[in-house]
C-alpha cells in the first residue's frame, strides 16, 4: 500500500479515538487537514431527516383560517371561554403588554399564549418568567411568524412558506428552541396570520400539534380600539376561542380586556387554558 494511504487509513482510524492531525504534501505546498470525532459520539442524524416529507408535496385545495384540521372551539356545554394572545415578534411586533399581563395575574385569568420564535429571543427572560408561571399555557406561533403553506402563497402581504421542507422548519425551529429552553413540549401551533392550506396542516397534525385558530376575532391584530375589543369579546359562547395580542402595548387590547372581563364573569363565564380542553 502507498505510504500515503496507509497514513490517512492510520489517522481516520485513529479519530475514532481522538482529535488527529494529517499532514499531506500536496504539490509543493503543506496541507493539513483536522480530523476531530468526539470518542463516545455518534453523529445525530437530524430530526428531518428522519421524517418523510415527500407525502405533502401536494397541491392543496384549500387557503385561509379555516380550512381542514384547523380547531376553532372547544368541544363543551358549558359556560367556558379561552383567552388566547399571540405574541409576534419583529421589527414591529417584539413589544410586551404589561398592563395586560399584569391584569392577567392580579385576577388569576389562565391565558394560552401563543409565541413566536423572533419574540422568544427579543424577551428571553420575560418568556421564561411566562413560562414559569401556571396561569399561562405556552404554545407555537411559529419561527418566522409566515403563513403555512406547502407551496407558497401569502397573507395579508406576508409571504408564506414556499415547501414542506420550510413548513416542517416553521414548526419545529421554534418547537426546538422552546424545548431548549423550558425543557417542554409544545403541542398546539397558530401560524403567522393565521392561514394555512390544508395540505401544511396535515403536516403539523402528523407532527403531533393540534393547529387552533378561533371563533372570536378579539382585537383584529391589536388594531381595535379598548372599545371595539370589550364588544367583540362580549360576543363569546361557550367554547369560544379568542384571539388577541400580548405584544402591542400601545392597543386597545388591555382596556378592552379589562372592560370586558367583569361582564363575562357576571355572565357566569369562567376563563380556562387550552390544554384542558378538547379541540374541535
Not at 492531525?21 to 476531530?36: P, R
Not at 407525502?55 to 383567552?83: C, F
Not at 396570520?193 to 387552533?212: M, P, Q, S
Request: glycine share 8%.
Amino acid at each position: 500500500m502507498h505510504r500515503l494511504s496507509v497514513l490517512v487509513v492510520l489517522c481516520v482510524a485513529a479519530a475514532l479515538i481522538q482529535g488527529c492531525s494529517q499532514q499531506i504534501m500536496n504539490g509543493s505546498s503543506l496541507v493539513i487537514k483536522e480530523i476531530a470525532i468526539a470518542p463516545k459520539s455518534v453523529p445525530k442524524l437530524k430530526e428531518e431527516d428522519l421524517i418523510d416529507l415527500s407525502p405533502y408535496d401536494r397541491e392543496p385545495t384549500e387557503w385561509g383560517e379555516q380550512v381542514k384540521g384547523v380547531k376553532t372551539q372547544m368541544q363543551t356545554n358549558e359556560r367556558k371561554i379561552a383567552l388566547t394572545f399571540d405574541a409576534c415578534g419583529g421589527d414591529h411586533g417584539n413589544g410586551y403588554d404589561e398592563e395586560l399581563l399584569l391584569f392577567l395575574k392580579e385576577e388569576k385569568i389562565p391565558a394560552t399564549l401563543f409565541v413566536n420564535e423572533r419574540w422568544i429571543h427579543a424577551n428571553e427572560a420575560l418568556f421564561l418568567d411566562l413560562a414559569d408561571n401556571p396561569l399561562f399555557q405556552i404554545e407555537n406561533h411559529g419561527t418566522h411568524h409566515s403563513p403555512l403553506s406547502v407551496n407558497g402563497g401569502e397573507a395579508w402581504g406576508i409571504p408564506a412558506t414556499q415547501s414542506p421542507q420550510e413548513a416542517y422548519n416553521e414548526i419545529m425551529q421554534n418547537h426546538d428552541t422552546v424545548k431548549g429552553l423550558t425543557g417542554r413540549e409544545m403541542a398546539m401551533f397558530r401560524s403567522g396570520t393565521a392561514y394555512y392550506d390544508e395540505v401544511a396542516v396535515e403536516l403539523a397534525v402528523n407532527l403531533g400539534y393540534d393547529v387552533v385558530n378561533f371563533d372570536v376575532l378579539g382585537d383584529a391584530g391589536a388594531t381595535y380600539s379598548g372599545e371595539q375589543v370589550k364588544n367583540a369579546l362580549l360576543g363569546s359562547q361557550k367554547g369560544s376561542i379568542v384571539l388577541l395580542h400580548m405584544n402591542q402595548p400601545g392597543s386597545g387590547t388591555a382596556e378592552g380586556v379589562k372592560l370586558a372581563i367583569p361582564l363575562l364573569r357576571d355572565q357566569g363565564f369562567e376563563f380556562v387554558l387550552l390544554e384542558d380542553e378538547i379541540l374541535k
